[in-house]
């Protein structure tokens, strides 16, 4: 198993992502699209927190009527930043992307929020329509101006995220698959729990890297393990994500390679899934390629988990430190061989 092109979402062939933020003027946070290929995606979804803020994941249930998305919006904001996915719906809508009805097309476009409000900026600055549009327009038209679709860190919905006290935010990850299938992730990691093996401080998601993916990294030094207790810990949280594949799935394969992603989630961060969090995790499949036969998707299902824990730890090993949240090599430097 090798990592794919960008070791991100966009090495599943079609996907698009865009990230847009707000920093400065009482503003820290932000939105992520991904954006479907042409015709959409088949998609599922697993909701494993007790405190979710989502958008259309009844849609998809395999028992109903829509069978492809096109897009998925993930964002800050808590609630109030559901408003993001707005800015996309119209985007599509004047582009002529949606599910066809008398009259026109419907965008079917499913969202999830993090809570970060208050997190260095003021507590109603969250994303609305216009950063669900400019997150749109980079997925969509990106330039050099633009966020990179395979940046980790703290952009895009992840841009306020924490991490058990750390800075959290946006990671990704992919791996090719000897039967030639790409499954890839995007994780926005802002849980309550930790990131770090208990026991020696090491990232979690990090032992299940490809190799060659996080050998630079060692275990920190005794002494920052023992030194790191953050007191002001968020008491409101949530991971979200996307995992994608370019392999012919259904509704119902999605929703299982969306609840086996959870287990990737729930290795890298330690509690998962609390009354807190509203831990939500997206599959996309783009049918590009056939599935060859029960050992592919077999092993589609086992990298999905692995894909997220990697993703986990690439989002918080990037994400930038601040006054309320710094960062990994902040904490612990020695991780690298920096002086401590």
């Known amino acids: 198993m090798r990592p794919g092109p960008t070791n991100s979402l966009v090495d599943v062939a079609g996907l698009r992502v865009g990230h847009a933020q707000r920093v400065g003027g009482g503003h820290r946070t932000g939105t992520t699209v991904v954006l479907a290929p042409d015709g959409g995606a088949v998609a599922g979804v697993d909701v494993r927190g007790a405190a979710p803020g989502t958008r259309e994941t009844e ?21 109030y930043g559901l408003a993001a996915a707005c800015g996309v719906v119209d985007r599509l809508a004047d582009a002529g992307v949606g599910y066809p009805v008398a009259g026109g097309v419907v965008p079917i476009v499913p969202a999830a929020v ?5 997190r260095g ?11 669900g549009s400019a997150a749109y327009d980079a997925a969509a038209h990106p330039h050099p101006g633009t966020t990179p679709p395979e940046a980790n860190g703290s952009v895009g919905a992840g841009t306020a995220a924490t991490a058990g ?9 992919s791996a090719v698959l000897d039967c030639g299938a790409t499954v890839a992730a995007l994780a926005v990691v802002n849980p309550a729990g930790s990131v770090l093996d208990p026991v020696d401080g090491t990232l979690a998601g990090a ?18 393990v023992v030194a790191w207790n953050p007191e002001n810990r968020p008491s409101f949280n ?11 799935l259904g509704k119902a394969q999605c929703g299982k390679l969306a609840g086996v992603a959870h287990d990737g989630l729930a290795r890298a961060i330690r509690p998962a899934h609390t009354m807190t969090d ?12 056939p599935v060859p036969g029960h050992d592919a998707l077999q092993d ?24 309320d949240a710094p960062a990994y090599l902040d904490v612990f430097p020695s991780a690298t061989g920096g002086r401590s």
Do not use: K, M, W
């Not at 949530?238 to 012919?248: F, M, P, Q, Y």
């Not at 589609?300 to 006054?323: C, I, Q, W, Y």
């Open 165 to 173: 006290g750390l800075a959290g935010g946006v990671g990704t990850a």
């Open 238 to 248: 949530t991971t979200i994500g996307v995992v994608a594949t370019d392999l012919d």
């Open 278 to 289: 509203g831990d939500t995790i997206f599959a996309l499949a783009t049918c590009a390629r």
């Open 114 to 118: 993090i809570f970060d409000l208050g």
């Open 300 to 323: 589609t299902l086992a990298a999905a988990a692995d894909v997220f824990s990697r993703a986990v730890a690439h989002a918080v090993l990037a994400a930038t430190g601040r006054e």
């Open 121 to 131: 900026g003021t507590f109603r600055a969250t994303p609305d329509a216009a950063l």
């Open 207 to 224: 032992r299940y890297g490809l190799p060659g993916e996080f050998d630079h990294l060692r275990p920190p030094a005794p002494h920052e």
């Open 59 to 79: 849609l998809l249930d395999p028992r109903n009527l829509v069978q492809r998305v096109h897009a998925v919006v993930l964002t800050g904001g808590s609630a």
